[in-house]
């Protein structure tokens, strides 16, 4: 069990990029979750999978975000032309099969990424 | 829609005293509870899961208690250690599968 994987550690990016973000859960967990964090505040939900389906969205991942986890593995999150205000550390997390209720979150050690 | 308050947002403690961390929620209707402890720049470690059918949780010199249906979860931690300093947050997940956050505690541990 080597822990939940995210990579860069840190991505800073001018204004209207486009960056991409990997994440590589605990391997057999199947739930996979992507949350965003900035400074002072707890981690707001963006995005969970279930395998390779996208379950839920929040209303807060908009157009410009998009996330994928083609073969069910590793997850990736993708920001499109940058603004400001996505500058945030960038958080995922994978839980084990289907026993959400029963299986603690384990988290990865995030991305901050930083819009100039 | 589940919110989830920590109080107090920050404190500092001599080493060697106990730390009393609070967390409430709005919506009793969960399934568990789960703390984490953050340092400064990482990512979240867990630390200790309450199932919604629990009262308590222990692990070394944390404990971790539920009440649902009051909606209140508290997180001692005995005999406070400078490695202690860190923020601790508490998240709750309920039938939406996903997990709603407080803002955190701030702990320092003054050796």
């Known amino acids: 069990d080597t822990g939940v994987s995210q990579n860069p550690r840190h991505k800073i990016t001018k204004r209207g990029q486009n960056v991409t973000f990997r994440c590589d859960p605990i391997?057999?967990?199947?739930?996979l979750y992507w949350y965003r964090q900035t400074l002072g505040q707890g981690p707001e939900f963006l995005t969970y999978?279930?395998?390779?389906?996208?379950?839920?969205k929040s209303r807060l991942l908009s157009d410009r975000f998009s996330a994928e986890r083609p073969k069910g593995s590793f997850s990736t999150l993708e920001i499109q032309r940058t603004e400001q205000g996505d500058s945030a550390m960038y958080l995922c997390?994978?839980?084990?099969?289907?026993?959400?209720?029963?299986?603690?979150?384990?988290f990865g050690n995030g991305t901050r990424l930083t819009v100039t | 829609k589940q919110e989830v308050t920590q109080i107090p947002a920050a404190l500092s403690v001599p080493e060697g005293e106990n730390l009393v961390l609070n967390c409430s929620f709005t919506?009793?209707?969960?399934?568990?509870l789960q703390w984490f402890r953050q340092d400064p720049g990482k990512g979240l470690t867990s630390l200790l899961l309450?199932?919604?059918?629990?009262r308590e949780q222990t692990s070394g010199r944390l404990n971790a208690s539920l009440d649902k249906s009051s909606g209140r979860s508290t997180l001692y931690i005995a005999a406070s250690q400078p490695g202690d300093s860190a923020t601790y947050l508490c998240a709750v997940i309920g039938g939406n599968n996903r997990l709603a956050f407080g803002k955190g505690n701030q702990v320092v541990v003054i050796p």
């Open positions: 997390a994978s839980s084990l099969v289907g026993t959400v209720t029963n299986s603690p979150l384990h």
């Open positions: 309450i199932q919604s059918s629990q």
């Open positions: 999978f279930q395998n390779e389906a996208q379950l839920e």
């Open positions: 919506d009793s209707a969960i399934y568990n």
């Open positions: 391997s057999e967990h199947n739930r």
